[in-house]
């Protein structure tokens, strides 16, 4: 299939949105680009962005990345728990207790 963003006047096809064809199109050249801001594309370009950023910026950022990891650590719990991935450590720890092997905190 041909690569609509690549077609006539690319940014104007009416059934690829204008972000995905430019996302396309500005990951074909290597840079990777978002409302017009160049985007790290690397682990280590990551680091060096956050190696500049001022103080207050880093602080923001601290906050924005606490949450960002928190939610994604629910999500993982969550996932797991359906999955039953949590049920044998769920059976051992009521195991332990119906057995009297624990102890109030």
């Not at 500005?26 to 370009?45: A, L, S």
């Amino acid at each position: 299939m041909p690569n609509k963003c690549l077609q006539g006047n690319a940014l104007q096809h009416p059934l690829v949105p204008r972000s995905r064809c430019q996302a396309r199109l500005t990951r074909d050249v290597k840079v990777n680009k978002y409302r017009g801001i160049e985007m790290p594309r690397t682990v280590k370009e990551i680091e060096q962005a956050v190696e500049q950023l001022t103080p207050d910026q880093l602080a923001e950022f601290r906050a924005w990345y606490e949450q960002f990891d928190a939610a994604a650590w629910d999500r993982q719990i969550e996932e797991d728990i359906v999955a039953g991935k949590l049920d044998a450590l769920a059976d051992a720890a009521i195991a332990d207790h119906k057995a009297g092997r624990t102890k109030k905190l």
